[in-house]
Structure formats: structure tokens, C-alpha cells
């Protein structure tokens, strides 16, 4: 099945600076990279999502690349505010006949310091 | 209903018991999954479901089981809880099922249930 490797697993940054993701995936028959935000003690909510036949989407302060060669995608928030501090997740959905099963990966805590 | 919910919130379990936990979407999507979360980790799928009338296993299946009698429901009952499955559990559920790709993908998440089994 899908294996989804993130890192790094914690990361602090100043407010103001940027922050960036990345995530490796092993399925090459993967075709959708969602990102979603978990603040603390929420839901995972979807912040933004890149298709394969696309190699960068940008919405506002965050973007989201992706490698199909090199299997391995990225998000990136620019200009971090304090409201930013939270745990990220990318996902990819792997080899199914049918069915949206994500594989997420482990989570990276984000905190952006004032 | 607004969206998806999950009852209930939280829950204190004695190991051995029997517990539902509830998913309700009004959404009218097809696909539905229960996903834990245990503390500082990410999200592992124990359950899925397709469509009405069929379900799958995840990644952590064993000792959870799941039913899909209709499209808003999807109950995860654990038959006799045992300390490790302390657990956050998240419903969620997505339109989408037939191809990757095709359709909308995102998946909705509910609030969650925190679950605590002693």
C-alpha cells in the first residue's frame, strides 16, 4: 500500500519567516496530495490540494509543489503568522480500484513565534 | 445537522466493555472512514465504507468493527475495549468513490470522540 514519510516531524519559526513542508510518497499511481491543518484540540481541516497533472498551486500565503518524478511534494506558507501554529499533514491517495483512502503522514507541529 | 457529527464527544470506558461510537452526515456523500488518533501521532484509517451496504479495513482494524446500513450513518463499535485503543477517533466522509480523481475528494472530518478505556 501508500506510504507517506513527512518531515520535519516539529518545526519553529519566527513570524514572519517561512515554513516548509515535505512529504514523500511510494504509490507512483498516486494522483491527489491533500494538506490539511489540525489545530489544537480540532478537527483536521483541508487547507489546500494539488492534483498530479499540476505542479504548483497557490492560495494566498500558501502554496503546494509537487515532484511526480520524484515522488515527493511540498507546502509552503510565506509571511507566518501566529495563527499558522498548528499540526500539518499531507496525504496521498494510493493504488485503490475504488475509494478515496488517504494515507496521511505523520504530522509536522508547526509553531510560529511572535 | 449541519455537516458531520460524532457522539459522543468524550467517553470514559471500562476495558472489557462494549462501545459504539456514532457518525451522522448530511451530506450525502458515499464515502465514509474512521480514522484514531492517538496522542502527538498522526492519523491511522481503521475503517472504511464506500458506499451504502459495503465496508473495508484500514490500516488498524482489528478489534473495531463497522456497518454501513444506509449513506448518512457510520458506527464504529468497539466489542470489548482494551487500553490501547485510548484513542481521539474522527469520522469522516467524502463524495467521491468511483475513480481517484474524478469528482470532489476532500474528505469532511467531524469534531471527533475522545475515548479513554481504564
Known amino acids: 500500500g501508500e506510504n507517506v514519510e513527512q518531515h520535519p516531524s516539529t518545526l519553529s519559526v519566527q513570524e514572519g519567516d517561512s515554513a516548509v513542508i515535505k512529504c514523500t510518497y511510494s504509490d507512483s499511481a498516486s494522483n491527489y496530495f491533500p494538506w490539511y491543518k489540525q489545530e489544537l484540540g480540532k478537527r483536521p481541516q483541508l487547507i489546500i490540494d494539488i492534483r498530479s497533472n499540476v505542479g504548483e498551486k497557490k492560495d494566498q500565503r500558501i502554496a503546494v509543489t509537487l515532484n511526480k518524478t520524484a515522488k515527493h511534494f511540498s507546502l509552503h506558507i510565506t509571511e507566518t503568522q501566529p495563527e499558522d501554529s498548528a499540526v500539518y499533514f499531507c496525504?496521498?491517495?494510493?493504488?485503490?480500484?475504488?475509494?478515496?483512502?488517504?494515507?496521511f503522514g505523520g504530522g509536522t507541529r508547526v509553531l510560529v513565534k511572535p | 445537522i449541519a455537516g458531520i457529527t460524532q457522539a459522543p464527544t468524550s467517553q470514559i470506558l471500562a476495558a472489557g466493555r462494549r462501545m459504539t461510537l456514532r457518525c451522522t452526515q448530511d451530506?450525502?456523500?458515499?464515502?465514509m472512514y474512521w480514522y484514531r488518533q492517538d496522542l502527538g501521532l498522526g492519523l491511522r484509517l481503521i475503517h472504511y465504507s464506500n458506499t451504502a451496504g459495503t465496508t473495508g479495513k484500514g490500516e488498524v482494524p482489528d478489534g473495531y468493527s463497522v456497518s454501513r446500513a444506509n449513506t448518512d450513518d457510520f458506527p464504529l463499535t468497539l466489542a470489548s475495549a482494551v487500553p490501547s485503543q485510548t484513542s481521539v477517533y474522527f469520522c469522516?466522509?467524502?463524495?467521491?468513490?468511483?475513480?481517484?480523481?474524478?469528482?470532489?475528494?476532500?474528505?469532511?472530518f467531524g469534531p471527533g470522540t475522545r475515548l479513554t478505556v481504564l
Open positions: 496525504a496521498a491517495i494510493g493504488r485503490e480500484a475504488a475509494g478515496n483512502k488517504l494515507t
Open positions: 451530506m450525502r456523500h458515499n464515502a
Open positions: 469522516a466522509s467524502s463524495d467521491s468513490y468511483v475513480l481517484v480523481g474524478q469528482g470532489e475528494n476532500e474528505q469532511f
